[in-house]
Structure formats: structure tokens, C-alpha cells
């Protein structure tokens, strides 16, 4: 005669369902977060650059390259269509980095993508400094929620303010920058580091 499940081998067994279901929707999902550095790599990146912004990035298995490029918006007004713009070709977890050196007066900036092996980097010196070293200065990485569907996301800010007073982007910027583009006016200089997720 076949044992009818006790009430603690159906919740066994439902909790493992769970669990697999839970790890397989994680497992397909896209994310995108600040990464978690030590207080050892933070010091030696900050030798390399003014700021910098590192994410880690988890894409399913469909999405085979990774947008990244640079928006410089001077007074709210975009410079130009993209200042940095390409693609890398990566697996399915990675790492990208972003910053802003300025050595005697001389301002450059710097964007790579590491994917397992792969490294694909860019970097632009600009011509004009706009007198930046003299400006307040403040960057901030997005702190929203770090699922990602891999459509164009802004992920990081370095904003230039010669004002008294300097606030950073609100969350709403991040959520929907089309929308709360005039907020970029407070700024002279201001860059924004965007990325996409290609199939």
C-alpha cells in the first residue's frame, strides 16, 4: 500500500520548487550593478583617474555585445550625438569601467568592457578644458534597481558646476532622463555614461 506525502515532505518538496524556479528565473535575468570593490582596488583606480565608476554586469545568453558610449552635455545642451561610442563583444558576465583623468590642465576619458578573456577599451583626450580643474565637481553611479531588460540605460554621471551650490541628479533622472533632461542645465560640463545590450 503506497504511502500517502507527510505534510513535511510536500513543504520539502515545494520549497525545492521554489528554489529551482527562483535560480532559473535569476539565472535568465539581466543585471547591472555598481561593483563591490575594496578599499585596495577603490586607492589603485583612483591613481589612473580623477573618478571612475565600475559596474558588473550578468546578461542571458542571447546577448552577445555591449554598447557603451558617452553623452557630454554642456549647459543642457548635448555636444554631440555620442562622444564615445562602441561595441564590445562579451560573454555572459563582465565588468565596466569609466572614468576621468585630468593630469596638468589635460582631461581624458577612459571607458572598457572586461568579459572573461576580452578587453576592449576607448580613450579620448579632449581638447578643451573649460577650466574643469577650477569647477566643483561630483559623480554619482545610478542606485536604482539593478535588473536590466539591456534597452539603453544611463549608468553614470560627472557633472562640473562653477555655481555655490552643486545637488546631484535625482533618481527620476535615471528612471527616465528624456523627461528630466533640463535637470542637466545646472551644470557647465556634465557626461553621461550609457549603456545597451545586443543580441
Known sequence: MMRRPTRLTALTLFAILILTLTACSEKKMNTIQVADLSEREEAILSTFANDQMIFDFRLRDEFKGLSIWVEKYESGQKTEERFIDFTAQVEQEGTIIFGISNVEGKRTVHVAVQSEERTSSVT???????????????????TGD??????????????YSAGPRMQGLSTDFYDDPASHVDELKQYEVAYLLKAEAKK
Open 124 to 142: 579620448v583626450p579632449e581638447l578643451e578644458t573649460n577650466d574643469l580643474e577650477k569647477m566643483a565637481r561630483m559623480s554619482g553611479p545610478f
Open 146 to 159: 539593478s535588473d536590466w531588460d539591456g534597452k539603453e540605460r544611463v549608468l553614470g554621471d560627472i557633472c
